[in-house]
């Protein structure tokens, strides 16, 4: 019987020491993970610090560059550096994708000196995307779901069309143009970022646009940084 009590005392002893050794375990991972996500904070309030900082610097830079030229061309830069141009009539004729004779002519001054910046901050830039907007119209269609995709390979000619309006215009070094393979992108959005009146209804003409918008590597720094994030926890 004292052996058989012993016996069962020492396994008790030891499933103790496992259940010990299991809580020690888990404390140390807690704290590794508590500390990778103290980290990861850090390093997105830093990234974002930079982001912020280049994004004021080349908002700074693109005013300074087209303040002049943005009323008569019916264009705006907005917070984020993106350069819209309004004005649908001088863009393209209603339902097609061809530039129209004064786009080209507000292309031809715009794109070179845009170039000429954005190349300055290179070794930031992820994408340079060329974005067509359309409104919800399509002619003699009811149903949303024809309009959406009539509108998608519209709004991605017009970008495409765009882009290689654009492209060609330069006469790049052929570093210039081996950047610009990797960054310049087309996308056609259709309606999906209409723009709206102060009531909320849409306001066709303005969502009726083209873009060129900036995606910094910082944006895909955070990006992976929250993906890590997700599986710490």
């Known amino acids: 019987m004292n052996k058989e009590h012993l016996s069962i005392a020492d396994m008790m002893s030891g499933l103790m020491?496992?259940?010990?050794?299991?809580?020690?375990?888990?404390m140390l991972d807690a704290q590794?993970?508590?500390?990778?996500?103290?980290?990861?904070?850090?390093?997105?309030?830093?990234?974002?610090?930079?982001?912020?900082?280049?994004?004021?610097?080349?908002?700074?830079?693109?005013?300074?560059?087209?303040?002049?030229?943005?009323?008569q061309w019916n264009a705006e830069i907005l917070a984020d550096n993106t350069v819209r141009f309004n004005a649908p009539n001088v863009l393209f004729k209603q339902g097609k994708s061809t530039l129209r004779p004064k786009f080209t002519a507000i292309l031809k001054s715009f794109f070179p000196r845009y170039i000429t910046i954005l190349q300055r901050y290179h070794d930031d830039i992820e994408a340079i995307r060329i974005e067509g907007h359309t409104s919800s119209d399509w002619l003699n269609a009811d149903d949303i779901a024809t309009r959406y995709l009539e509108n998608?390979?519209?709004?991605?000619?017009?970008?495409?069309?765009?882009l290689t309006y654009c492209?060609?215009?330069?006469?790049?070094?052929?570093v210039q143009r081996t950047w610009l393979q990797q960054?310049?992108?087309?996308?056609?959005?259709?309606?999906?970022?209409?723009?709206?009146?102060?009531?909320g209804s849409e306001n066709?003409?303005?969502?009726?646009?083209?873009?060129?918008?900036?995606?910094?590597?910082?944006?895909?720094k955070l990006y992976k940084i929250l993906e890590r994030s997700k599986m710490v926890y």
Do not use: C, P
Not at 153 to 160: D, H, P, V
């Open 17 to 26: 020491m496992v259940f010990l050794f299991i809580a020690i375990v888990f």
């Open 32 to 71: 590794r993970s508590k500390n990778e996500i103290e980290r990861q904070k850090n390093a997105m309030a830093e990234i974002a610090l930079i982001a912020e900082r280049s994004r004021k610097q080349l908002h700074q830079e693109l005013l300074q560059e087209f303040a002049s030229d943005l009323t």
């Open 152 to 162: 998608v390979k519209l709004s991605q000619k017009r970008a495409l069309s765009t």
């Open 167 to 174: 492209y060609n215009l330069l006469k790049a070094s052929e």
């Open 183 to 199: 960054v310049l992108r087309a996308n056609g959005l259709s309606f999906a970022k209409l723009i709206r009146n102060a009531d």
């Open 204 to 220: 066709q003409d303005k969502s009726r646009r083209v873009e060129f918008k900036v995606v910094t590597k910082a944006e895909q």
